[in-house]
T-cell receptor, first 114, second 110 residues
Framework: EAGVAQSPRYKIIEKRQSVAFWCNPI?????LYWYQQILGQGPKLLIQ????????DSQLPKDRFSAERLKGVDSTLKIQPAKLEDSAVYLC????????????FGQGTRLTVV | ELKVEQNPLFLSMQEGKNYTIYCNYS?????LYWYRQDPGKSLESLFV?????AVKQEGRLMASLDTKARLSTLHITAAVHDLSATYFC??????????FGTGTRLQVTL
C-alpha cells in the first residue's frame, strides 16, 4: 500500500516570496492533516480536513497561509508571503475513519526561508 | 486548550538499562498514540492505545494508558543503540484532532 506522498522534499526561498507544498494521502483516507514542525519541537497542527471540508484551522496563520483539499483527495498548502520564522518541516498526514484512526505521515517538506 | 507534556525531554541511557518515558495530558481522552522520529525523518507509528488500561508491546518497547490519571507511559527494556530517536506521544480529544507532546529525545550509549 502506497504511503503519504509529499513534494517537494526541500525548498529554499527568500523572505516575502511564496511557496506551495503538495500532499497525496493514502487512498481512501478521509482525514488529512498539515503539521508544522520547527527544529527541536513537536509537530503543531496547522489544518485538518475531513474529506474536502475543514475541521480545524485554529492554528493556521490565515494572513499568510492557505490550504485546500480538492475533491477530498490531494491537498496543497501555500505560504504567501513567507517569513523567516516559517522555516520548518511541513508534514502531511492522513488517517482513515476506522477504529484505530492512526495518522500516517509523509516524508515532509523542509522549508528554509532566507 | 489541551496540553500534552512529556518527561524527560532528553534521556541518555546505557545499553541494557531500563527506563520509562511519561506522557501527561490535560483533557479527558481515550485515544493516544506513540510515534518515533529519527533525525531528518518523518514520524513512524509505534502504538495505538484505545482504552483505559490498554497495554501494547513490541520488542523492547511497551506502552500503557491510564485515562483516569491522564497518563501514558512508554517503557524501554534493556535498551539498545537502535532505539536512539525522538519519541512523541499524541492525544486525540475531539474530531480526530491529534495534538503532539513535546517529545523525548532518547540517546542510548554503549
Amino acid at each position: 500500500e502506497a504511503g503519504v506522498a509529499q513534494s517537494p522534499r526541500y525548498k529554499i526561498i527568500e523572505k516575502r516570496q511564496s511557496v506551495a507544498f503538495w500532499c497525496n494521502p493514502i487512498s481512501g483516507h478521509a482525514t488529512l492533516y498539515w503539521y508544522q514542525q520547527i527544529l527541536g519541537q513537536g509537530p503543531k497542527l496547522l489544518i485538518q480536513f475531513q474529506n474536502n471540508g475543514v475541521v480545524d484551522d485554529s492554528q493556521l496563520p490565515k494572513d499568510r497561509f492557505s490550504a485546500e483539499r480538492l475533491k477530498g483527495v490531494d491537498s496543497t498548502l501555500k505560504i504567501q508571503p513567507a517569513k523567516l520564522e516559517d522555516s520548518a518541516v511541513y508534514l502531511c498526514a492522513s488517517s482513515s475513519s476506522w477504529v484505530r484512526r492512526e495518522a500516517f505521515f509523509g516524508q515532509g517538506t523542509r522549508l528554509t526561508v532566507v | 486548550e489541551l496540553k500534552v507534556e512529556q518527561n524527560p525531554l532528553f534521556l541518555s541511557m546505557q545499553e541494557g538499562k531500563n527506563y520509562t518515558i511519561y506522557c501527561n495530558y490535560s483533557t479527558t481522552s481515550d485515544r493516544l498514540y506513540w510515534y518515533r522520529q529519527d533525525p531528518g525523518k518523518s514520524l513512524e507509528s509505534l502504538f495505538v492505545l484505545l482504552s483505559n488500561g490498554a497495554v501494547k508491546q513490541e520488542g523492547r518497547l511497551m506502552a500503557s494508558l491510564d485515562t483516569k490519571a491522564r497518563l501514558s507511559t512508554l517503557h524501554i527494556t534493556a535498551a539498545v543503540h537502535d532505539l536512539s530517536a525522538t519519541y512523541f506521544c499524541a492525544v486525540v480529544v475531539t474530531a480526530s484532532k491529534l495534538t503532539f507532546g513535546t517529545g523525548t529525545r532518547l540517546q542510548v550509549t554503549l
